[in-house]
């Protein structure tokens, strides 16, 4: 049995339900993973408490959603930088990046490509800008990407955080450190 592409599923409890159903179903089988196309695969961290985005996914909190795609949904910013900015989520709850199903990254990152290229001129802007914490300043455990939309003179000055300089020799070092380490992954 295979749950299919077709059937996002928008959160960790959920995802445990329909574990726990594919479990009897199967006979037997990991109760940590969940099946999806015939491929097992981890679902992400449990929630501690409800997902106001998997509420919002699923219809049961409003929000001004702007944008829905069988990966994504968006909807407006409750506290926005400019009016227009807007949150995507994946449909399935994961909690960073790095929790998203490799599957689903290319068409999450592909909608956020498309409400980031088609805000400017809905908006009357000249660009936007998109960003995506994990983990440190993320409000919501759920992973979301902010895409702002922005005008020359619109008041923001590069990134919220302050910048740094790099001694003599550790640029070099950080960026062996980073070449190595990502040479070995995926």
Known sequence: MSLGSSVPIPCQRHAVVLQRLLAVVDGGGPASAVRENDVMTTAPPMPTEPCPFCAIVVGTEPAQVVFESPTSVAFLDRRPLFHGHSLVVPRRHAVTLADLAAEEV?????????????????????????????????????????????????????????????????????????????????
């Open 106 to 186: 290319g068409p999450f990152w592909l909608d956020v490509q498309h409400i980031s290229a088609a805000m400017p001129s809905l908006l009357g802007g000249q660009g936007t800008f998109v960003a995506n914490n994990n983990t440190v300043s993320q409000s919501v455990a759920h992973l979301h990407v902010h895409v702002v939309p922005r005008s020359k003179g619109d008041g923001l000055r590069g990134f919220f955080w302050p910048r740094t300089t790099y001694a003599d020799g550790e640029e070099a070092q950080v960026a062996s450190i980073l070449r190595e380490g990502l040479s070995s992954h995926p």
